[in-house]
């Protein structure tokens, strides 16, 4: 019978499969305490076990290539760590020694107890990690129960499947897709999770949060699943069948008018010009930039680089992977931004503060950079040093004073005369910006610009601090507004004062990539965004139907509306006032 499951939607678009469960539970775990006699043969049975799953890793961190290899072999060296760990390997033999467990039970308890560890822990981020625990446990316990089962998940089946799990390992993603999986539900995770990212990179729909997902599915139910609206039809009828139809009808028919923006301008329908460009956290998404055309990197977030290693990247490992950056966008302007730790991105080098009481409102982005000067000094170098390889501007994150500002361009200035001193070949200036993401920094621009070349706009900041709403937690889902009065307001403040200020502005938060709000945009006076590459043809098409003029108009309107559904039912008004230039007629002539 139909029946509708819900989630959160963490990459788009729908696939329509068959489920195929996976979860940790479904391994046999015998709990029958061992004799004394087989002891030393199962902690044997584990060594084994643990070695299999290491000698799986390294084999799929050999295989992998293409754009994204990079970073999904950083997941499995963090996989094959946990496997290495002295602590993670004496604790399943002492478990298995002195409290005659067998193996399998072994591995479920120590999974038990790291996962409580990481579930207590209060940063969403740090939580986010007890996936990996659960990815190399599953691993281990797979090795286990293969020696007696025959070869159970294989992988060779996995055409036209739709992964059902608890969660999934960035590094399983890669061969998973290239195995025939389409899509993945999974009960816990978040839209934030690196695995959720690298769905979006890959374009595989992926909901996550749907808690009754594996109690309710059983292998081979047919599955249509939309990223989108975070939602997974079981059974699916003849109607949602046809949605699901129609919807594909769609993505062809758009995927051939987009292929077309690739090369094209981007203005408004009557001319205004708007430059697209793209955030960048990985090699992958500057491949990807160049291929949709983008105007250049207005976002590198450099923390990424410093994620899931034991110790901070040196001077010249950050240099060659911001020059590489520079490179790859052959001549176009780059943003990077200095290190953004803290709150939702913890490194694992140890460099952010634990147990601060209320790390989003604590030491993050330039308030650590400034407290650990050294930090700071090798970042700035090493970005100073890609300055003779193109356009290169600097970036700083939450800024909230700005005195922030002037010490860090004294310390660009020292680490430049240094670099010069040192024969390094610098540019002769630079240029330095400001993350816009707290309200007493957007507040305060008029007496800070001064300080500032240019200005990017973090929205995704902005809208939790400004309403008070943790971006992280599911629960306050609707108060997370990006369209609030107070929101708007300040947007329509920013950009307004970098105007007058003549003041280069790029907004780079998730917003700038969703066309329900590019009108809007366009309409408080914006005209340079930063988003994912992948969403670049899609903005740039929705630009090229805006009438500039028209919707500028209707901005008072806009900042004085106070109620939620008024504010929606006006930017609906500016949307609808779009329409595309041409109708492409060769285009709707696809059968249905
Ligand atoms: C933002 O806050 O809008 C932003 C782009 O930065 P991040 O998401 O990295 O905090
Ligand atoms: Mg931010």
New binding site residues.
């Given amino acids: 019978m139909r029946l509708i499951l819900e989630g959160n939607g963490a990459s788009r678009g729908m696939a329509l499969g068959r489920a195929r469960l996976e979860q940790p539970s479904r391994f046999l775990v015998d709990e029958t305490p061992l004799e004394q006699a087989e002891v030393d043969a199962e902690v044997q049975r584990i060594d084994e076990a643990l070695a299999t799953a290491r000698g799986e890793l390294k084999a799929l961190r050999d295989k992998l290539e293409g754009p994204l290899a990079r970073e999904v072999a950083e997941f499995i060296d963090a996989h094959s760590l946990i496997l290495e760990d002295p602590v993670f390997i004496h604790g399943l033999h002492e478990l298995i020694r002195t409290g005659r467990y067998h193996a399998s039970a072994a591995l479920k308890m120590q999974r038990e107890s790291l996962v409580a560890v990481f579930e207590a822990m209060d940063d969403p981020y740090l939580r986010s990690r007890r996936e990996d625990i659960e990815h190399v446990i599953g691993r281990v316990q797979g090795a286990l129960s293969r020696e007696s089962s025959v070869e159970e998940r294989k992988i060779a089946s996995r055409v036209g499947e739709i992964l059902v799990s608890d969660t999934v390992a960035p590094s399983e993603l890669v061969p998973l897709a290239e195995h025939g999986v389409l899509g993945f539900v999974l009960t816990a995770g978040s839209t934030l999770s690196h695995s959720a990212i690298l769905a979006r990179s890959l374009r595989l729909p992926m909901v996550v949060g749907s808690h009754d997902a594996l109690s309710h599915l059983q292998d081979g139910d047919l599955l249509l699943i939309d990223g989108d609206e975070g939602r997974i039809i079981v059974h699916p009828t003849a109607q949602d069948l046809a949605g699901y139809r129609h919807w594909q009808r769609e993505v062809v028919q758009q995927d051939k008018r987009r292929a077309r923006l690739r090369d094209a301008d981007t203005r408004t329908r009557d001319g205004v010009p708007v430059q697209l460009y793209a955030?960048a956290e990985m090699s992958g998404d500057v491949a990807q930039a160049r291929a949709y055309g983008a105007a250049g990197i207005g976002?590198y977030?450099t923390?990424f680089l410093f994620l899931q290693r034991k110790d901070a990247p040196g001077e010249e490992e950050q240099f060659l992977a911001y020059r590489d950056l520079v490179l790859g966008m052959g001549g176009l302007p780059v943003t990077i931004?200095t290190l953004?730790l803290g709150a939702?991105?913890v490194d694992s080098a140890g460099l952010v503060l634990q147990d601060e009481p209320n790390p989003a409102l604590g030491v993050r982005?330039v308030r650590l950079s400034l407290r650990t000067p050294q930090l700071m000094h090798t970042q700035l170098r090493a970005i100073l040093r890609t300055t003779s390889y193109g356009p290169v501007r600097i970036l700083v994150?939450?800024v909230s004073a700005t005195e922030e500002m002037i010490t860090v361009r004294r310390m660009v200035t020292e680490c430049a005369m240094q670099l010069r001193s040192e024969g390094h070949p610098i540019a002769d200036s630079f240029e330095i910006g400001a993350?816009i993401?707290v309200p007493a920094a957007a507040i305060a621009l008029p007496s800070m610009i001064r300080k500032l070349d240019f200005v990017?706009?973090?929205?995704?900041?902005?809208?939790?601090y400004t309403l008070a709403v943790d971006?992280n937690n599911n629960e306050l889902g609707a108060l997370y507004d990006p369209l609030h009065p107070a929101v708007l307001r300040l947007l329509a403040h920013i950009i307004a004062v970098c105007k007058r200020a003549r003041r280069p502005v790029t907004?780079?938060?998730?917003i700038a990539g969703d066309v329900h709000f590019t009108a809007m945009l366009i309409a408080l006076g914006l005209t340079e965004f930063?988003m994912h590459p992948g969403l670049l043809l899609e903005v740039r098409e929705a630009v090229n139907a805006i009438d500039a003029e028209a919707v500028r108009k209707v901005a008072p309107v806009l900042l004085r509306a106070s109620g939620r559904e008024s504010i929606r039912k006006v930017v609906e008004r500016m949307r609808a006032q779009s329409r595309p230039i041409v109708e492409n007629t060769d285009l709707v002539s696809i059968p249905p």
């Fill in positions: 955030n976002l977030r923390e931004r953004d939702d991105k982005g994150p939450m993350m993401e990017s706009i973090g929205t995704n900041d902005l809208v939790q971006r907004l780079c938060g998730e930063s």
